[in-house]
């Protein structure tokens, strides 16, 4: 099936510090979504993407979607403690949520005070 | 509006035994997908229901079933529980197979 890479699997940075992981696919992917999992939750949007080129900011965080439609990035800002989580991205390969939403591994964030 | 509840939040079960994991979906969505996620793994799909019909499976075997209820909400029976099964189950709910899922905190099975 498909598959995202996500890179880096995990960071540590100083509080402050602006942070960029990013995912890619060798398939095309028409949406693209940014999730943060807390230890014991599930994931929660972040940023919603639909269409190549497109970059969305929701506070501190912006993210694209690639223009080949097979990568993503997300930028965080000024990082702060409550940044620390897991980071995963995933997508869809139609523009209707009839395929499955498809996650990468995750980019583990650890913020050092 | 009330999210995606998942009961019960953490189990315990025995390899071999028969487990049923329950969801309440958002109000208002009709769509049901759940995932498993294994430590330090992204989720992965095992299935979705759709005004009660399986819409798409993802790569488990038989002993993975669902079912949907006419009130949406859902349920994921696993049989004959193996070691590897213990992972967190998530699942997520949408509006007429929308592409945003809310999800749910999960439910920590573990198989001793």
């Known amino acids: 099936g498909q598959q995202l890479n996500q890179s880096p699997q995990s960071m540590f940075i100083q509080e402050g510090e602006d942070v960029s992981m990013n995912c890619t696919s060798s398939?095309?992917?028409?949406?693209w979504l940014w999730y943060k999992q807390d230890p014991g939750e599930g994931p929660v949007l972040l940023i919603a993407?639909?269409?190549?080129?497109e970059l969305t900011s929701n506070g501190r965080l912006t993210a694209q979607f690639g223009i080949t439609r097979k990568d993503s990035f997300l930028n965080i800002s000024a990082s702060i403690p409550s940044d620390v989580g897991i980071y995963f991205c995933?997508?869809?390969?139609?523009?209707?949520?009839?395929?499955?939403?498809?996650f990468g591994k995750g980019t583990r964030l650890s913020v050092i005070a | 509006e009330t999210g995606v509840t998942q009961s019960p939040t953490h189990l315990i079960k025995t390899r071999g035994q028969q487990v049923t994991l329950r969801c309440s979906s958002q109000?208002?969505?009709?769509?049901v997908s759940w995932y498993q996620q294994a430590l330090g793994q992204g989720p992965q799909f095992i299935f979705q229901?759709?005004?009660?019909?399986?819409?798409g499976r993802g790569n488990f075997p038989p002993r993975f079933s669902g079912l949907q209820f006419p009130n949406y909400s859902s349920e994921l029976n696993v049989n004959a529980l193996e070691l590897d099964d213990s992972a967190l189950y998530l699942c997520?709910?949408?509006?007429?197979?929308?592409?945003?899922?809310?999800f749910g905190s999960g439910t920590r099975l573990t198989v001793v």
């Open positions: 229901y759709y005004r009660e019909e399986e819409n």
């Open positions: 398939s095309i992917f028409n949406t």
């Open positions: 997520a709910s949408s509006l007429d197979r929308d592409r945003i899922y809310t």
């Open positions: 993407l639909y269409k190549a080129g």
């Open positions: 995933a997508g869809h390969t139609e523009f209707s949520g009839n395929t499955p939403l498809v």
């Open positions: 109000s208002g969505h009709n769509t």
